[in-house]
């Protein structure tokens, strides 16, 4: 059974960093997948943050361009978020999916806090 798992969440001061990973197992063909990093808020719907295509390609959100870095390394099948200067409004659990060969997966997501 396919398991993707977040890790690297917590409370952070504005302007500081954290770097996300999820890991995936399970038996999961991970460099066929294109992986993303969803957010969501408390009370609002869950947004795209940034994905990383089979390719490599990536794509971000408007909000996080120029802050925060996806990856990937299909050696490890793990997919990263390095976000750097964070915002109070960044404050989300940040989920990790991964979408391929008719396929679909979720994480079950890791708290982010960026709060003094």
């Known amino acids: 059974q396919v398991q993707l798992v977040e890790s690297g969440g917590g409370l952070v001061q504005p302007g500081g960093s954290l770097r996300l990973s999820c890991a995936a197992s399970?038996?999961?063909?991970?460099?066929?997948?294109?992986m993303g990093w969803y957010r969501q808020a408390p009370g609002k719907q869950r947004d795209l943050v940034a994905l990383?295509?089979?390719?490599?390609?990536?794509n971000y959100a408007d909000s996080v361009k120029g802050r925060f870095t996806v990856s990937r390394d299909n050696a490890k099948n793990t997919v990263y978020l390095q976000m750097n200067s964070l915002k109070p409004e960044d404050t989300a659990v940040y989920y990790c999916?991964?979408?391929?060969?008719?396929?679909?997966?979720w994480g079950q997501g890791t708290q982010v806090t960026v709060s003094s």
């Open positions: 999916n991964a979408v391929g060969v008719g396929n679909e997966y």
């Open positions: 399970g038996g999961i063909f991970f460099s066929f997948y294109t």
């Open positions: 990383i295509s089979n390719g490599a390609n990536t």
